[in-house]
């Protein structure tokens, strides 16, 4: 059995975010020891493991409470775990659409200012001209599919 400073150090996760993860469901309340600390078995670390590695691909808490559930079933069909993949491949596809045209606007703003003054700066004249900026990002939104 492990203390929860041993499962923080091995898992390289925060002993608050152990504590919130057995709080919302995603790891199982941890027996306490005669000194009332939490103790941890090595189940519990590769559990942890799997949450941070599913954390880290920027899955959210609610599809990795998914995917658990059906780990606990190994002969079921894959299927939904597939699913929940694709679904997690198409946020991340849609965050680098997003990062693309930030880039590209980033880009041309500063190729727009080069050297001139702060009156005429187009990085400046951009993000001051809020109302456009949001036009023009709800115009990107609607235009995907």
Known sequence: ??????VARATDCKVQTIRYYEQIGLLPQAPRS??????????DIDRLA????????GFPLDA???LLS???DPNQS?????????????????RITGLVSLKTELMRMIEQCRGGKISD??????LSDHA??????????????
């Open 64 to 66: 990795i409470r998914e």
């Open 34 to 43: 005669e000194g009332n600390r939490r103790l941890y078995a090595q189940a």
């Open 78 to 94: 894959c299927a939904a775990a597939d699913a929940i993949a694709r679904r997690q491949l198409d946020q991340v596809e849609r």
């Open 70 to 72: 059906l780990s606990d």
């Open 121 to 126: 700066c187009r990085v400046i004249e951009v």
């Open 50 to 57: 799997f949450i941070r590695h599913a954390r880290e691909l």
């Open 1 to 6: 059995m492990f203390t929860i400073g041993h």
């Open 132 to 145: 456009q900026c949001v036009t023009e990002n709800h115009q990107m939104t609607e235009a995907k599919p």
